[in-house]
C-alpha cells in the first residue's frame, strides 16, 4: 500500500531554515514522481517542487525559486523539501503527494495535471513568524 509521511515542519524565525522529510513506502522513489504542495491558511493548495523517477527535480512556485530545494535519498526511500530564506508567507501546511496516473511510464514524471488526483501524505505544519 502506498504511504506518505511528511516530517520536518515547526516553527522558525523569518531568514530561517527548515528540511522537510517525505518518506515514501510501497513503491520506491525509481518508480514515481514525488511532488510537494503547500496551503497557506485561507489559500488554495499550491505545487512547490516535483522530483522526478530519474531524479530531475522541477520548482513551479515562483515564490519559493532560488530558496526551495528538493533532494532525495533513494536508499532511504525519502525525499526532501530544504527550505531557506523562510518569510511569513511560507507559512502553511506542507504535503508530499504522488499522482495517481495508473499508466507506469507517465507516473514517473512531473506531470502537470493529475485528472485522477493525487495519494497524499497528512501534511506537516511550518510556521514562520518571529
Known amino acids: 500500500q502506498l504511504q506518505l509521511v511528511e516530517s520536518g515542519g515547526g516553527l522558525v524565525q523569518p531568514g530561517g531554515s527548515l528540511r522537510l522529510s517525505c518518506a515514501a513506502s510501497?513503491?520506491?522513489?525509481?518508480?514515481?514522481?514525488i511532488n510537494w504542495f503547500r496551503q497557506a491558511p485561507g489559500k488554495e493548495r499550491e505545487r512547490v517542487s516535483c522530483?522526478?523517477?530519474?531524479?530531475?527535480?522541477?520548482n513551479y512556485a515562483d515564490s519559493v525559486k532560488g530558496r526551495f530545494t528538493g533532494s532525495r535519498d533513494v536508499a532511504k526511500n525519502t525525499v526532501y523539501l530544504q527550505m531557506n530564506s523562510l518569510n511569513p508567507e511560507d507559512t502553511g501546511v506542507y504535503y508530499c503527494?504522488?499522482?495517481?496516473?495508473?499508466?507506469?511510464?507517465?507516473?514517473?514524471?512531473?506531470?502537470?495535471?493529475?485528472?485522477?488526483?493525487?495519494?497524499w501524505g497528512q501534511g506537516t505544519q511550518v510556521t514562520v513568524s518571529s
Open positions: 510501497g513503491f520506491t522513489l525509481e518508480s514515481k514522481a
Open positions: 503527494a504522488v499522482n495517481r496516473q495508473s499508466v507506469p511510464l507517465l507516473s514517473r514524471l512531473c506531470l502537470l495535471a493529475a485528472p485522477t488526483g493525487y495519494y
Open positions: 522530483i522526478s523517477s530519474s531524479g530531475e527535480i522541477t
